[in-house]
């Protein structure tokens, strides 16, 4: 079974910037639609982003403007990219493709503060 591994979360200040890399380890992620999720301290996990399945990356409604993401095929690493960092983005960060088809990640935590 494939597992991915999330990085690139820490300590950052409001207003800040991050990236997020996502590694399914052992296989390609070109034939499927991967996505970000996250998962704040009590609540449930909620969708934050996915590539495009058809033409355009999805996103929370929420989040418009804000979040990026994107693929490297030469490095199989599915990238996360927030900037204008909130208090309220504090959450655990996960991703998998669509479906859930790779065992959960560890996430990477991203803590939003000053």
């Known amino acids: 079974q494939v597992r991915v591994v999330e990085s690139g979360g820490g300590l950052v200040q409001p207003g800040g910037s991050l990236k997020l890399p996502c590694v399914p380890e052992?296989?390609?992620?070109?034939?499927?639609?991967m996505v970000w999720y996250r998962q704040a301290l009590g609540k449930q996990r909620e969708f934050v982003a996915s590539t495009p399945a058809f033409g355009f990356p999805d996103f929370a409604d929420r989040d418009q403007g804000r979040f990026a993401i994107s693929g490297d095929n030469t490095k199989n690493t599915v990238y996360l990219r927030i900037d204008s960092l909130r208090t309220w983005d504090t959450a655990v960060y996960y991703c998998n493709s669509r479906g859930t088809k790779f065992d959960w990640g560890q996430g990477t935590q991203v803590a939003v503060s000053s």
């Open positions: 052992g296989e390609s992620f070109t034939p499927y639609v």
